[in-house]
């Protein structure tokens, strides 16, 4: 991937691909994350803001970079093969990475209003 395929997210951090929204299993891909809670939060991680990119190759392929609530998530070590078996589970899809990156960190404007609303923040 060339630098000018990558958009940095904050300055210090590293460079993370745009998602590949055009590419026919991007939706699934999406709808697939929102199967997916943070066991203490009441809502999806795709409307938390959780997911960074979904990045989608010619092979099908499937790369998600995301992230938590905090680096001490008492469920680190499994949401990222929760996403995993989540995606992987979709028709089509031949491969899923999943990447956990703290940078740059999570903050609640992030969330999606359906999410904001869901918690009470609007």
Avoid: K
């Avoid at 998602?19 to 709808?31: A, G, I, R």
């Avoid at 028709?91 to 992030?110: A, L, N, S, Y």
């Amino acid at each position: 991937m060339d630098q000018s395929q990558t958009q940095p997210m904050i300055e210090g951090a590293p460079l993370i691909a745009p998602s590949t929204t055009d590419h026919p299993l991007y939706d699934s891909v999406v709808e697939a994350c929102r199967t997916v809670y943070d066991p203490e939060i009441p809502v999806n991680i795709f409307d938390l803001g959780l997911i960074y990119t979904i990045a989608i190759d010619d092979t099908d392929a499937v790369r998600v970079m995301m992230t938590l609530t905090a680096p001490g998530c008492p469920v680190a070590g499994e949401m990222p093969g929760w996403v995993a078996d989540a995606v992987n589970a979709l028709p089509g899809v031949r491969q899923v990475d999943v990447e956990m990156t703290f940078q740059p960190p999570w903050g609640m404007e992030m969330m999606s209003d359906e999410a904001r609303l869901e918690l009470g923040f609007m």
